[in-house]
Nanobody, 123 residues
Framework: QLQLVESGGGLVQPGGSLRLSCAAS????????IGWFRQAPGKEREEISC????????NYADSVKGRFTISRDNAKNTVYLQMNSLKPEDTGVYYC????????????????WGQGTQVTVSS
């Protein structure tokens, strides 16, 4: 059973910061790469970042590169997304998911989508 719980979202002003957490429940997280995804209102869900199982490799969508940082602490069974310099266009529901095959092109998302955590960037 792959169960991930997102937390840390909220309302923040433009230029502010949030730290999202993705915590595993009932399984060991270190077998999987983990991706962060978001879905803005009226838009498709998109992958914005990925971290390999060991944490040695990361990637980011161009829209968040330089502002967001993904990290993981396998001992705590948790993956984080530090979001700085937030913009209104970052508003959406953020999800995490396990990924088989690493963060490259040969990959497969596993598990069902959770509830996500709402991030709203507004003045």
């Amino acid at each position: 059973q792959l169960q991930l719980v997102e937390s840390g979202g909220g309302l923040v002003q433009p230029g502010g910061s949030l730290r999202l957490s993705c915590a595993a429940s009932g399984f060991t997280l270190d077998y999987y790469a983990i991706g962060w995804f978001r879905q803005a209102p009226g838009k498709e869900r998109e992958e914005i970042s990925c971290i390999s199982s060991s944490g040695s490799s990361t990637n980011y969508a161009d829209s968040v590169k330089g502002r967001f940082t993904i990290s993981r602490d396998n001992a705590k069974n948790t993956v984080y997304l530090q979001m700085n310099s937030l913009k209104p266009e970052d508003t959406g529901v953020y999800y995490c998911s396990g990924i088989h095959g690493g963060c490259g092109s040969m990959r497969m998302r596993v598990g069902s989508w959770g509830q996500g955590t709402q991030v709203t960037v507004s003045s």
